[in-house]
């Protein structure tokens, strides 16, 4: 099986429920709102959905059995999954770098990276490893 269908493969099933929870979000409370809405409106919809997540958990980076610093991502799912959101005009390439950031320096291999600011909504997914 070749990298690339693997990737894709990746949590397919819990990638497929998160993006739904994600549009869901969207599609109710429309964009531009403050990043800390969508992140509650996440929370209260991952709750129902019965998905389990940490809220902004802190995720220590280890260098030698010895930790050195720490990441706080919005969201981390079914400890496989990190979720980081944003509400913004333009999503920069320090967004995507943050995202890639927290992968490269934890276990995880997904995350995704979503915008809730702009009137199409942005949802970029990330595999590290």
């Known amino acids: 099986m070749s990298k690339q269908l693997v990737d894709n493969l990746l949590y397919e099933d819990l990638t497929y429920k998160i993006r739904g929870i994600i549009f869901k979000i ?15 409106a996440l929370a209260i ?3 129902k959905q ?3 997540f940490d809220e902004e958990p802190r995720l220590n980076i280890i260098y030698d059995n010895v930790k050195v ?9 079914y400890n496989k999954i990190i979720l980081e959101i944003k509400s913004i005009d333009f999503l920069p390439k320090e967004a995507e770098k943050q995202l890639i950031h927290y992968l490269k ?12 600011g702009k009137s199409k ?9």
């Open 105 to 116: 320096g934890t276990n995880y291999r997904l995350g995704f990276l979503v915008n809730f």
């Open 50 to 52: 019965n998905i389990l």
């Open 45 to 47: 919809e991952f709750k």
């Open 26 to 40: 969207y599609n109710t409370l429309g964009f531009g709102h403050r990043e800390s809405v969508y992140q509650k």
């Open 69 to 77: 610093g720490t990441y706080i991502p919005d969201f981390l799912l």
């Open 121 to 129: 909504l942005e949802i970029k997914r990330k595999i590290w490893g």
